[in-house]
């Protein structure tokens, strides 16, 4: 029962951290005049916990479940949180149309890093890097991003210095839980795979990747639900990007990462016509209703049917 209760431990401790992350960079961007839409892609996009996971994963020889931080939270977020907010809360699609164009070539680029030769070496996680960088700039400037603060909003941040301190120490509070919630997250996973005969592909594809991304759904049903839907959006569309390039960029940058044959033939494609699809939605549809929710959690209990098939 050990690793059970570690793995728990790890992922409860890394949701609760990264929670405390997130209203720590809230707190110290509310300072910048950017769009709704653009700091919902940056900041619910930026998963600290999915990277010091999936870094850790793959620094401790565990490379199927550093993938799962990527591949399998992509997948999760994209049909099983995205579905299970719009169950809850019907969105409007209220994003640039040029977004959607972002998160392609952001799928692109991640196919050819690891669909060419099954391995991301450690130049294609630089390049997946410098890739990000100019594609959350872009999506910078096609979001409405400058935005006119008044004179009473700006003195009343420059009378509050403690909530900017407070903000600080959530930042650093939420990077050291991570931290240790990945290592027992590693530890829980490694002791699973040993003692169960479970593979890593598994625990990493399902399992991890599911744990680390529940947050999703109340990053996105939360402004949802105050009529904020481009932040909602924003967090699909940011995380996508974010995950895609930037999270495995650097768990490569870390150590070249090579892809079990399983994830070839079907995770990464999987998660390639997720993205599409997804992508098709917000062009076509002007307001996502529950049906849409509904077949979003369809499809991801059909990914889960078919991992626990190969289990």
């Given at each position: ?11 409860g401790?890394i ?10 960079v809230?707190?110290?961007a ?7 839409f ?6 619910s996009g930026?998963?600290?916990e ?8 793959n620094?401790?020889g565990?490379?199927q479940?550093?993938?799962?931080t990527?591949?399998?939270?992509a ?5 099983g ?5 719009l169950l809850?809360v019907p ?12 998160m392609?070539?952001s799928?692109?680029?991640f196919?050819?890093?690891?669909l060419?030769d099954?391995?991301v070496?450690?130049f294609?996680?630089?390049l997946l890097?410098?890739?990000c ?7 910078y400037?096609t979001?409405?991003v ?10 009343t ?8 301190s ?6 650093g509070?939420?990077?050291?839980g991570?931290i240790?919630?990945?290592e027992?997250?590693?530890q829980g ?10 593979s890593e592909?598994?625990?990493g594809?399902?399992i991890?990747?599911?744990?680390e ?10 402004p ?7 932040v909602a959006?924003g967090?699909?569309v ?6 895609l ?6 768990i490569a940058l870390?150590r070249?990462?090579?892809?079990d044959?399983?994830v070839?033939k079907?995770?990464?494609p999987y998660?390639?016509a997720?993205?599409v699809?997804v992508?098709a939605?917000l ?5 996502l209703?529950r ?6 959690i ?6 889960l049917?078919i ?5």
């Amino acid at each position: 029962m050990v690793p059970i209760i570690l793995l728990v431990v790890g992922i409860g401790i890394i949701l609760w951290s990264a929670e405390r992350l997130t209203d720590g960079v809230l707190g110290v961007a509310a300072s910048f005049a950017v769009s709704a839409f653009f700091v919902g892609a940056l900041v619910s996009g930026f998963e600290p916990e999915n990277l010091v996971t999936g870094l850790v994963a793959n620094f401790e020889g565990l490379p199927q479940v550093a993938l799962g931080t990527v591949i399998g939270s992509a997948v999760f977020m994209l049909l099983g949180g995205f579905g299970a907010a719009l169950l809850i809360v019907p969105m409007k699609v209220e994003i640039p149309r040029s977004a959607i164009l972002v998160m392609m070539v952001s799928l692109l680029l991640f196919g050819l890093a690891l669909l060419n030769d099954g391995r991301v070496s450690r130049f294609e996680g630089f390049l997946l890097l410098v890739a990000c960088c100019a594609l959350m700039f872009r999506l910078y400037q096609t979001s409405p991003v400058l935005l006119a603060r008044s004179t009473d909003e700006l003195e009343t941040s420059k009378e509050k210095p403690s909530s900017r301190s407070r903000a600080l120490l959530l930042v650093g509070l939420g990077i050291l839980g991570t931290i240790v919630g990945a290592e027992l997250l590693v530890q829980g996973a490694t002791g699973v795979i040993q003692r169960f005969g479970v593979s890593e592909t598994f625990v990493g594809m399902t399992i991890v990747g599911l744990g680390e991304s529940l947050e999703e759904t109340a990053r996105m049903v939360a402004p949802a639900r105050r009529g904020r839907y481009e932040v909602a959006l924003g967090n699909v569309v940011g995380t996508t990007i974010i995950l895609l390039t930037l999270n495995l960029g650097l768990i490569a940058l870390l150590r070249p990462i090579t892809a079990d044959p399983w994830v070839l033939k079907f995770h990464a494609p999987y998660l390639i016509a997720c993205v599409v699809f997804v992508g098709a939605l917000l062009l076509v549809v002007k307001r996502l209703e529950r049906w849409a929710g509904g077949l979003l959690i369809m499809l991801y209990l059909l990914y889960l049917a078919i991992n626990v098939t190969y289990l």
